[in-house]
């Protein structure tokens, strides 16, 4: 290393120092200015980033997250705006004086602008979430999947009218289906897909008290990341008061992440702060599977379309689940050294039908992080044959324990676990291979 690049890295190193002291004074600062709240969580800190430069981010599918101290935390909400939940949410929000980033679908946006209004007026970051929520993006030509976030993008635009510029250039894809020609298309436009790094599975048909403690334990486990919450949904708002009080309590610190323009310079960061591990010199420790996406996978009732909260209100959410699950041929796997490219499963390989969002993050991103590009920039990373089974390996082990955990927790499902257990044991081929093989035996 030369002289000059020593004292380069020194320099950005510094400044980084920097913009770290300065977010805990903002945080105090911001706190004790929360009107009516002199305890309130606060913003720590504000995140400027450039979509061009780090177009795909979360750690459940891609390489990339938001370059996060520990116990850093990133709060955003999909599928609204829906009045009777979302205002709600906002209000939560506001007593704590924290800021999140939604993802609005463009029809609701339609039938509610001035939800997505209030959503600005609060300071909050607003991004968009298709046009009609389908979950079927990961099999979508593109021409399609163009007009359904061009048509969400522009729905939410019209509800912003003369602010239309506030609108970040953030999107998530609906039930996380990734593709690979949604994301190009996204990329191209300059358009930041926000993948997660962590869930509160609150679209299931589950307690508040369970969201609030999936929330908490999954954070606890990551120690820091972005939380993907919906604010269209009662038992989310139920549980977000006591999610953002323990946050406070643990020492979690809330950072608003808002997108680089001409006057806003991104935040400096270093290349491998976008990286949840950095591990350099040896990708076959990255990306780790989260254990916590199979705990809960087929140990929890399914869920079905009419359930889902707010199918009634919005029908939006309600789209055609897909029927086939679209599995690669293994032949068409490329072997070696190239880059995996795979396309997205089904929704209805976990039996939960439309109108939720996240089912598929472990399985999808089980298979998805071996395309993506890594997050320095250059070429794509890849893994070797030998690496990618050990990565199989590892995932299967993490499987057996999320499913042996689950067995101690939740009665009544000891068979199933059992069946899961073997179906673990019977492949080499990661979790996607396995929890096809449960399904097939549940069906
Ligand atoms: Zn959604």
């Given at each position: 290393m030369?002289?000059a690049?020593?004292?380069v890295?020194?320099?950005?190193?510094?400044?980084?120092?920097l913009?770290?002291?300065?977010?805990?004074?903002?945080h105090?600062?911001?706190?004790?200015?929360?009107?009516?709240n002199p305890?309130a969580l606060?913003v720590?800190?504000t995140?400027?980033?450039?979509?061009?430069?780090?177009?795909?981010?979360?750690?459940m599918?891609?390489?990339e997250?938001?370059?996060?101290?520990?116990h850093?935390?990133?709060?955003?909400?999909?599928?609204g705006p829906?009045?009777?939940?979302?205002?709600k949410?906002?209000?939560i929000?506001?007593?704590e004086?924290?800021?999140?980033?939604?993802f609005t679908?463009g029809?609701?946006?339609r039938a509610?602008?001035?939800g997505v209004r209030?959503?600005?007026?609060?300071g909050?970051?607003?991004?968009?979430?298709?046009q009609t929520?389908?979950l079927?993006m990961?099999?979508m030509?593109?021409d399609?999947?163009r007009?359904?976030?061009?048509?969400?993008i522009?729905?939410?635009?019209?509800a912003l009218g003369?602010?239309?510029?506030?609108l970040?250039?953030?999107f998530r894809i609906?039930?996380l289906l990734?593709a690979?020609?949604v994301?190009?298309?996204?990329?191209?436009?300059g358009?930041?897909?926000?993948s997660?790094?962590?869930?509160?599975?609150?679209?299931?048909?589950?307690?508040s008290?369970?969201v609030?403690?999936?929330?908490v334990?999954?954070l606890?486990?990551?120690g820091k990341?972005?939380?993907?919450l919906?604010d269209i949904?009662?038992r989310?708002?139920?549980?977000?008061?006591?999610?953002?009080?323990?946050?406070?309590?643990?020492?979690?610190?809330?950072?608003?992440v808002?997108p680089?323009?001409?006057?806003?310079?991104?935040t400096?960061t270093?290349?491998?702060q976008?990286?949840?591990?950095?591990?350099p010199?040896?990708?076959?420790?990255?990306?780790q599977?989260p254990?916590f996406?199979?705990v809960?996978?087929?140990?929890?009732p399914?869920?079905?379309?009419?359930?889902?909260?707010s199918?009634?209100?919005s029908p939006?959410?309600g789209?055609a689940?897909?029927?086939?699950?679209?599995?690669?041929?293994?032949?068409e796997?490329v072997?070696?050294n190239?880059?995996?490219?795979l396309?997205?499963?089904a929704?209805?390989?976990?039996?939960?039908e439309?109108?939720?969002?996240?089912a598929l993050?472990g399985a999808?991103m089980?298979?998805?992080?071996?395309?993506?590009a890594?997050?320095?920039p250059?070429?794509?990373?890849r893994?070797?044959?030998r690496?990618a089974?050990?990565l199989a390996?590892t995932?299967g082990?993490q499987?057996?324990?999320a499913?042996?955990?689950?067995?101690?927790?939740?009665r009544?499902?000891a068979?199933?676990?059992?069946?899961k257990?073997?179906a673990?044991?019977?492949?080499?081929?990661?979790p996607?291979?396995?929890?096809?093989?449960?399904r097939?035996?549940?069906?």
């Amino acid at each position: 290393m030369s002289e000059a690049w020593r004292g380069v890295r020194w320099w950005r190193q510094a400044a980084l120092a920097l913009a770290v002291l300065g977010g805990f004074a903002a945080h105090a600062a911001l706190a004790a200015d929360c009107p009516g709240n002199p305890n309130a969580l606060g913003v720590s800190r504000t995140l400027v980033v450039d979509p061009r430069q780090h177009p795909r981010i979360g750690t459940m599918q891609y390489p990339e997250t938001l370059p996060l101290a520990d116990h850093e935390v990133v709060l955003t909400f999909d599928d609204g705006p829906l009045p009777k939940n979302s205002n709600k949410v906002l209000d939560i929000l506001a007593d704590e004086c924290v800021k999140a980033t939604f993802f609005t679908i463009g029809g609701q946006a339609r039938a509610n602008p001035e939800g997505v209004r209030k959503l600005l007026a609060a300071g909050h970051t607003i991004g968009t979430h298709t046009q009609t929520h389908p979950l079927s993006m990961n099999r979508m030509a593109t021409d399609r999947a163009r007009q359904e976030i061009e048509d969400g993008i522009a729905s939410t635009k019209a509800a912003l009218g003369d602010n239309a510029d506030a609108l970040a250039p953030f999107f998530r894809i609906p039930g996380l289906l990734r593709a690979d020609n949604v994301e190009d298309y996204l990329a191209e436009q300059g358009i930041q897909t926000w993948s997660a790094d962590f869930l509160a599975d609150d679209w299931r048909h589950i307690s508040s008290a369970r969201v609030y403690d999936l929330a908490v334990s999954r954070l606890e486990a990551k120690g820091k990341g972005i939380l993907l919450l919906h604010d269209i949904q009662a038992r989310t708002v139920a549980a977000l008061p006591r999610i953002l009080q323990t946050l406070k309590a643990r020492g979690y610190r809330i950072v608003h992440v808002v997108p680089a323009t001409a006057e806003r310079p991104a935040t400096p960061t270093e290349p491998q702060q976008w990286l949840f591990h950095p591990a350099p010199d040896s990708i076959a420790q990255w990306p780790q599977v989260p254990n916590f996406v199979f705990v809960h996978v087929g140990s929890l009732p399914v869920p079905s379309r009419a359930g889902f909260d707010s199918a009634e209100e919005s029908p939006l959410l309600g789209q055609a689940a897909p029927t086939r699950v679209p599995w690669p041929d293994p032949s068409e796997v490329v072997p070696g050294n190239a880059t995996v490219t795979l396309a997205a499963p089904a929704s209805s390989l976990f039996e939960i039908e439309g109108g939720l969002d996240v089912a598929l993050h472990g399985a999808a991103m089980s298979r998805h992080v071996h395309k993506t590009a890594s997050a320095a920039p250059g070429p794509s990373r890849r893994l070797s044959r030998r690496e990618a089974r050990r990565l199989a390996l590892t995932n299967g082990r993490q499987a057996r324990l999320a499913h042996a955990s689950d067995r101690q927790t939740r009665r009544g499902e000891a068979q199933t676990s059992r069946q899961k257990t073997r179906a673990a044991t019977t492949t080499r081929r990661g979790p996607v291979k396995r929890l096809v093989q449960v399904r097939k035996r549940r069906v």
